[in-house]
């Protein structure tokens, strides 16, 4: 279900893209667009896929086809490292904070694939907590300073389009209100975002449009300013 119509190529087209893990067919042929500079949703229930795709993109899942282009690039049979140097950088739900190492050493961890990533002080700027924190073991951080800590070590590499699995997943509401600040802020920055959410509310602060996901496929597609006017239907679709 692309967008039509937009008058020039996306920066990622994703045609037809089915993936499985080993026996177990999780992709059945998905298709979505996102502009550059745009914030774009995946929503769904668990289980729809959401996951999965934004792993397919990064080329984290070992058995995918299909296409997979970006900026005219196609990705599928790229490795995950090649993504990365293309300019796609992906905030796993896991985050991957390294136990052994200071909030500033995990900042300084990956490596800077393009120009124009932000510098360390802008970094500070947009999470203070992190400056404070510069010297504190990763693990020793709450929840929220970890989510923070992940998404700015991927604003440093260079990666103008950004994978964001479920970043406000168990955060207290003043967190998730800053986490939401921040992708403003990244997008008016010139990022492009394709966001895994659970929580449509906090998805509407944020984005564009959003694409609905359902058993491994994209259902439909909603621009945010009718989300209202779709309210029913996506408590439907979500289960909410």
């Not at 020039?8 to 550059?36: C, I, Q, T």
């Not at 959401?50 to 296409?67: A, D, Y």
């Not at 800590?149 to 406000?168: H, M, Q």
């Not at 921040?182 to 694409?211: C, P, S």
């Amino acid at each position: 279900m692309p967008e039509a119509g937009t008058g020039h190529r996306p920066m990622l087209e994703v045609r037809k893209l089915n993936a499985w893990y080993g026996e177990s067919h999780v992709l059945h042929g998905v298709d979505f667009d996102v502009r550059e500079g745009e914030v774009v949703t995946l929503l769904g229930r668990n289980g729809a896929g959401k996951t999965t795709t934004m792993k397919s993109i990064m080329g984290l899942v070992p058995q995918r086809e299909g296409h997979i282009g970006f900026n005219g690039q196609e990705m599928i049979g790229l490795r995950p490292d090649q993504i990365a140097r293309a300019g796609i950088a992906i905030c796993p739900e896991e985050r991957g904070i390294f136990a052994s190492l200071n909030v500033t050493e995990n900042l300084m961890l990956p490596r800077v694939v393009a120009p124009g990533g932000l510098d360390v002080a802008t970094i500070h700027e947009l999470f203070p907590n992190l400056k404070e924190r510069a010297g504190s073991q990763g693990t020793k951080l709450s929840g929220g300073e970890q989510q923070m800590l992940a998404i700015a070590r991927i604003l440093r590499t260079g990666a103008k389009f950004l994978l964001l699995d479920e970043p406000t997943e168990g955060l207290a509401p003043v967190i998730v209100q800053q986490i939401g600040r921040t992708i403003r802020e990244i997008k008016q920055r010139g990022f492009t975002v394709l966001l895994v959410e659970q929580n449509f509310h906090f998805a509407a602060t944020v984005a564009d449009r959003h694409y609905v996901m359902e058993h491994g496929r994209v259902i439909d597609m909603i621009d945010n300013a009718d989300l209202h006017a779709n309210m029913d239907k996506l408590h439907d679709y979500l289960g909410v």
